[in-house]
């Protein structure tokens, strides 16, 4: 994946944002009749001054849940390097969804995804930021076998097919747009 300068993450803050779109129906449908649009919105520290920034969207009333999961899952990242991180990203993933005490909420669903949803992007943008590059050219630039080791293993070798063919776009040289030339 390239040898990157390696960074100390000191911190991961996680704030509640939401905007009062039920006011005016903004948003609504007939499933959902009174969204207010929000987000967990996170940041994550380094010692050497970088900071990455995530979120992860949801729809009002359980948006300070989620809050809560990220910083229950902080710990999991905080006091760690970068590299330990993007070396075995996949991996991490795995660690952030499998926390022994908090598994049990949901290892891949609901509220630990959305909460590892948004610690993860906030990665993928401190990553992009430490190479000085957007994180779609971060993974475009990627070789396949770099790529797959970003995916978690759950399914295997499925697991790496699955985000090689999520990847063929970037690896054939799009560059936009609306549809990938491949």
Not at 95 to 103: A, P
Not at 131 to 137: C, E, I, T
């Amino acid at each position: 994946m390239g040898k990157d300068r390696c960074l100390n993450i000191t911190t991961v803050t996680a704030r509640d944002i939401r905007w009062p779109t039920s006011l005016g129906a903004h948003g609504s449908d007939a499933m959902h009749t009174d969204p207010d649009y929000s987000c967990v919105y996170v940041t994550i520290g380094t010692v050497e001054g970088l900071v990455g920034c995530g979120m992860t969207f949801t729809l009002g009333r359980g948006t300070d849940i989620v809050l809560l999961a990220v910083r229950a899952l902080k710990h999991l990242v905080e006091g760690r390097t970068t590299a330990s991180i993007f070396e075995r990203f996949g991996a991490f993933w795995r660690e952030l969804t499998s926390d022994s005490q908090l598994r049990w909420i949901g290892p891949e669903k609901g509220v630990t995804h959305l909460a590892v949803a948004a610690i993860i992007n906030a990665l993928w943008d401190l990553w992009g930021k430490l190479r000085g590059v957007p994180v779609w050219l971060l993974l475009a630039e990627m070789e396949p076998e770099s790529g797959t080791l970003c995916a978690h293993e759950t399914h295997g070798e499925n697991g790496s097919i699955k985000m090689a063919n999520a990847m063929a776009c970037c690896w054939c040289g799009w560059q936009g747009g609306t549809h990938c030339p491949c």
